[in-house]
């Protein structure tokens, strides 16, 4: 089975720009979820989504938002890019239960 | 007060040693932790999942939970190159809290050959 999957891998965007992440979670996941991995420091939680609905969010601005499509998929959207914005973006799909499988990352570059 | 802490690392083993690696928590309502593995430039790899207190073994990897302390250890027996990486420790508050995972900032971990 595949695992969980993300587009783009890499992404250069210039200041002000907004950008749009996309995640597939693994065949029979209803959740996914959102992480923002600044280099040396460990994932923090963005958003959770388990059946389109939002059930939970973490200390970003609202310039960051999410949503679940009907298949599970998911998109992160990020208006106003700042340079601090620049991190690898996390995507991670679960069941009902709280093992989360991590996909590839989409590494997000601001200039 | 950070959610979850690492000691900082890093830390070098030589080739067949064993590696130790600790983490603690803040919230006595955490429930579940997990140990993912991080080689650079990619994505966390769950590697163990601990629930309950006690040791939790898989190859050459024992998981130790303490509630009483608010700690979780991982050993990673036998260490090989293969081995070098960051490894992450996470916990949870479980449906409480929406399955949010929070991370520790990671400990690299370098096996000499």
């Known amino acids: 089975d595949a695992g969980v999957t993300q587009s783009p891998t890499h992404l250069i965007k210039t200041r002000g720009q907004h950008v749009t992440l996309r995640c597939s979670p693994i065949?029979?996941?209803?959740?996914v979820s959102w992480y923002q991995q600044v280099l040396g420091q460990g994932p923090q939680f963005i958003f959770q989504y388990y059946e389109k609905e939002e059930r939970g969010r973490g200390n970003f601005p609202d310039r960051f938002s999410a949503r679940q499509f009907p298949n599970y998929s998911s998109e992160l959207n990020v208006n106003a890019l700042l340079l601090g914005d620049s991190a690898l973006y996390l995507c991670?799909?679960?069941?009902?239960?709280?093992?989360?499988?991590f996909g590839p990352g989409t590494r997000l570059t601001v200039l | 007060q950070k959610e979850v802490e690492q000691n900082s690392g890093p830390l070098s083993v030589p080739e067949g040693a064993i590696a130790s690696l600790n983490c603690t928590y803040s919230d006595r309502g955490s429930q579940s932790f997990f140990w993912y593995r991080q080689y650079s430039g990619k994505s966390p790899e769950l590697i163990m999942s601990i629930y309950s207190n006690g040791d939790k073994e898989d190859g050459r990897f024992t998981a130790q939970l303490n509630k009483a302390s608010q700690y979780v250890s991982l050993l990673i027996r036998d260490s090989q190159p293969s081995d070098s990486a960051t490894y992450l420790c996470a916990g949870t508050l479980g449906w409480v809290n929406d399955y949010k995972l929070s991370f520790g900032a990671g400990t690299t971990v370098t096996v000499r050959a």
């Open positions: 991670a799909s679960s069941t009902t239960t709280d093992t989360q499988y």
């Open positions: 065949s029979g996941h209803k959740s």
